[in-house]
Nanobody, 114 residues
Framework: QVHFVESGGGLVQPGGSLRLSCAASGFSFRTYSMTWYRQAPGKERELVAT???????NYTDSVKDRFTISRDNAKNTVYLQMNSLKFEDTAVYFC????????WGQGTQVTVSS
């Protein structure tokens, strides 16, 4: 059964940094593109960043040059380093496949506030 456990969120001031982690299980992690998503209050879930099996990456425009996605196949874990955080980055962050499974983790809350 596919399972995701996200962690690392918290309260941070604008301009601050956080590193999110997502431990995945139940599938062959190294053979899948992995994606971080986020959902802000009252908004649809949106794609934030993707890392492919060849370690190539893609980012939504609003986080380019601020966020970095990475993966550790030995640990079945995907990371999201978030720098220069803005108020509009406040959301619950989730990981899943680039073509997401129906099973989602609980997410990790990121709140950017002064």
């Amino acid at each position: 059964q596919v399972h995701f456990v996200e962690s690392g969120g918290g309260l941070v001031q604008p301009g601050g940094s956080l590193r999110l982690s997502c431990a995945a299980s139940g599938f062959s992690f190294r053979t899948y593109s992995m994606t971080w998503y986020r959902q802000a209050p009252g908004k649809e879930r949106e794609l934030v960043a993707t890392i492919n099996v060849d370690d190539s990456t893609n980012y939504t425009d609003s986080v380019k040059d601020r966020f970095t996605i990475s993966r550790d196949n030995a640990k079945n874990t995907v990371y999201l380093q978030m720098n220069s955080l803005k108020f509009e980055d406040t959301a619950v962050y989730f990981c899943n496949g680039r073509l997401p499974w129906s099973s989602w983790g609980q997410g990790t809350q990121v709140t950017v506030s002064s």
